[in-house]
């Protein structure tokens, strides 16, 4: 079983920043591909960014691209989320979310080769 607890939402101006954290239990946390979801009212669940085991391979959707930075700490734990020049379109609630195959070296851009999801933190970004 992994938990998975994210924290860092808020509430920003357009232009602004924010970084999400995942913290997430279990000891073999460095062997996960890791990925940031999210959510907007009356919308489906959208792929952000996936990062490998490793951290040398990461994804992210176009909309973001150049703006969100996806890394992680293995000792932490933790994946992270820099977002940057924050648009009032990326308002939504965020999910952490685990892929426990162990190893992957191309992480997934689909919600349903991961295992484990976080409660979600909210992101709001006033224009």
């Known amino acids: 079983q992994v938990q998975l607890v994210e924290s860092g939402g808020g509430l920003v101006q357009a232009g602004g920043s924010l970084k999400l954290s995942c913290v997430a239990s279990?000891?073999?946390?460095?062997?996960?591909?890791m990925a940031w979801f999210r959510q907007a009212p009356g919308k489906e669940r959208e792929f952000v960014a996936a990062i490998s085991w490793s951290g040398v391979n990461t994804d992210y959707v176009d909309s973001v691209k150049g703006r969100f930075t996806i890394s992680r700490d293995n000792a932490k734990n933790t994946v992270y989320l820099q977002m940057n020049s924050l648009k009032p379109e990326d308002t939504a609630v965020y999910y952490c979310a685990a892929d426990v195959t162990g190893w992957r070296t191309t992480p997934s851009d689909n919600n349903q080769e991961y295992d484990y999801w976080g409660q979600g933190t909210q992101v709001t970004v006033s224009s």
């Open positions: 279990g000891r073999t946390f460095s062997s996960y591909a």
